[in-house]
């Protein structure tokens, strides 16, 4: 009995060291889970692992982001013990003893790096550190696990890349020139393997689709991975290698890490469009960069082909709906491409290149809808003649800028544009009123090409609608029908440079098709009215001129008429007094006494009245005795 209890007693003690053990080989693993999250989780990187050869040197690059606060806080490295990490070396200044005279520590802050270098290694030095920034075991860190090997080879080190949220990257593989034929990949690295991202096969992952690009170089063997729109899951260890992975050829570790931070916008990834329709697509970049060249290129499975540069370069088959507006100001650069056809649909790439590198996905989908934007898609005009071209917005543009600009491969000259509504209220949007036109008063060869009609909000570009202008030398036939809205009229003005000529009427400034049939109609009743009543104007014109030249002008004070003096006669020939309530002392004589001419003889005894000399004269009584002006004629 007493055998049987010392035996249960050792079994008991047994199980509990044993799960004791089991207790702490699960915190110990959970630890390191833990910091493997945490140091994954930082931004924060650096190697996973270094090695280095006995009494040899080894060199650590660790990244961090490139804030202010980074910039200038304190960089340290630390070795970590059961309870802490213990400082190695800061950018304070200060140096562990062990390690004084052969560690040191770089900062690079423009770059966001510093490198740790310790040189002389012993076995002692094997071990696990952290590279970070603030304080030890408080701010950011990242674990990194240093070897020392006895030689006389060291593995290869994984290759490093940094690359901030919604970034790029570019990574150069080289191998020998006898794999020149063998199959190019990339993949990444997971519990059951390496699952392809692309190869030179054509086959592409899912998950990055229309994100990255395998391209070859001009040495046998060698290629460039392009990846882009980089997101927080592709962090992780990746393999670029030709043949096939565990099987034959060659192949190269790469670790990749995404970190948040970022100052550059994203914008959206996914752009729809209309069959006919226009796509307006903003690339970002830093401004801050260095960059020679800004492109838009089509995502193939083989390449990315380039479709227009900053540089006036595109090619031949985007002629007239393509166009690159770059403002390094803000770091963006703005590609319009109109009359979209279902062949448009796919990834493109927004690219940069210089110090400062950056590439960007975005995804055309088209979808089923009509174009905002409408009006005809090809005039045909006559030298010397008035061409009026048309287009129509909806109502949701009401408020927008609207402009007319004529295309070249070097962008869009603006001709002409009117200002938006600075209020954005719409009270009445009347659909005979909602057209942008542009009129050449007279075209000219030189006006033959494309025009665009757009719209823009606060400086961002939106919808714009081509138009083929076809300017001919011989006249058009009567029967000949265009897909246009021209007028054409005979111009009074002539200019070589169609900015002058051409002008743009918005809403009410051009009648609607109604206003220009009543029109007609009034037209039509006035005209006639007016004939006759500028016949009967003349008519008037011509009798009054005549009884004109028959009348003489009377000035009586501040009163003039017009009287013919041949149609009075002397009241006295008829034995009546001029004025019976005036005496004839208070008369006024004009021209004086020796007007009245008589031939001698008595007239008082004389039957017939004396013949006298007849004078024509006008007399004007004074107002001061008269109550009212009148005249009097005596012979």
């Not at 007693?9 to 699960?26: D, P, S, Y």
């Not at 719409?426 to 007279?442: A, G, I, S």
């Not at 009229?489 to 002058?500: A, I, L, R, W």
Request: hydrophobic residues 30%; glycine residues 10%.
């Amino acid at each position: 009995m007493w055998l049987f209890t010392d035996f249960r007693r050792l079994g008991n003690q047994a199980f509990e060291r044993k799960m004791t053990f089991l207790v702490f080989i699960f915190l110990l693993s959970f630890l390191q889970a833990e910091s493997a999250r945490v140091s994954s989780s930082s931004p924060i990187f650096g190697p996973r692992q270094v090695t280095g050869l006995l009494g040899g040197s080894v060199t650590v690059k660790c990244f961090y982001p490139r804030t202010s606060v980074n910039r200038h806080d304190r960089k340290y490295w630390c070795k970590e013990s059961t309870r802490q990490c213990v400082t190695v070396i800061s950018s304070s200044g200060y140096t562990a003893q062990d390690f004084a005279g052969r560690a040191t520590i770089t900062d690079f802050p423009e770059q966001g790096i510093f490198t740790i270098e310790i040189s002389k290694l012993v076995e002692k030095d094997i071990g696990f550190y952290k590279c970070g920034i603030g304080l030890v075991n408080r701010g950011l860190s990242f674990r990194v696990k240093l070897d020392v090997s006895k030689g006389p080879n060291v593995p290869e080190e994984a290759e490093l890349y940094y690359i901030e949220l919604g970034g790029s990257v570019t990574i150069n593989c080289a191998f020998s020139t006898e794999y020149g034929s063998e199959r190019k990949y990339m993949c990444k690295m997971g519990k059951i393997g390496c699952s392809n991202v692309i190869d030179t096969y054509g086959n592409v992952n899912e998950n990055y689709k229309g994100r990255v690009l395998l391209s070859p170089q001009e040495l046998a063997g060698s290629f460039s991975l392009y990846i882009t729109q980089m997101r927080k899951e592709d962090s992780g260890v990746y393999l670029c290698g030709v043949g096939a992975y565990g099987e034959k050829g060659e192949s190269k570790e790469l670790d990749v890490h995404v970190y948040q931070e970022t100052s550059v916008p994203q914008g959206p990834h996914v752009i729809n469009g209309v069959i006919g329709g226009s796509v307006s697509v903003e690339c970002h970049y830093d401004p801050r960069g260095n960059y020679t060249i800004k492109y838009w290129c089509k995502w193939r499975k083989n390449g990315c082909n380039q479709l227009i540069t900053n540089l006036a370069s595109m090619i031949d088959s985007y002629e007239g709906r393509i166009v690159l507006h770059d403002n390094p100001e803000n770091g963006t650069f703005t590609v319009i491409m109109n009359q979209l056809t279902a062949g448009d649909a796919g990834y493109y790439w927004c690219m940069t290149d210089g110090d400062m590198e950056r590439k960007s996905t975005k995804e055309l989908k088209i979808i089923d809808g009509q174009p905002g934007l409408t009006g005809p898609k090809k005039i045909d005009a006559v030298i010397g003649t008035q061409v009026t071209i048309s287009c129509s917005y909806p109502c949701k543009y009401y408020s927008y800028q609207k402009y007319w600009c004529k295309w070249r491969n070097t962008g869009c000259q603006t001709l002409i544009s009117s200002e938006q509504n600075q209020t954005g209220l719409v009270v009445n949007c009347d659909k005979e009123k909602r057209t942008l036109y542009l009129t050449f008063d007279q075209v000219i060869q030189t006006d033959q090409g494309w025009y665009w009609c757009g719209v823009s909000h606060s400086g961002h570009y939106g919808e714009t609608m081509a138009v083929f202008l076809t300017v001919n030398g011989d006249a058009i036939s009567p029967n000949a029908k265009s897909e246009d809205a021209a007028i054409s009229n005979t111009g009074s003005e002539n200019s070589n440079d169609p900015q002058n000529r051409g002008g743009v009427i918005d809403n009410n400034s051009l009648p609607s098709s109604e206003e220009h049939d009543s029109s007609k109609v009034i037209l039509s009743v006035l005209l006639p009215i007016a004939a006759v009543c500028l016949l009967l104007a003349t008519v008037f014109v011509v009798v009054k001129f005549r009884l004109l030249k028959r009348t003489d002008l009377v000035s009586v004070g501040s009163y003039r008429t017009n009287i013919s003096l041949s149609e009075f006669e002397n009241s006295r020939d008829y034995g009546a007094k001029d004025n019976v309530g005036i005496h004839g002392a208070q008369e006024t004589q004009l021209g004086g006494v020796d007007e009245f001419i008589t031939t001698p003889g008595n007239a008082e005894g004389a039957e017939e009245p004396p013949k006298v000399k007849r004078v024509r004269t006008a007399r004007i009584y004074n107002p001061r005795c008269c109550m009212q002006p009148s005249l009097s004629f005596r012979q």
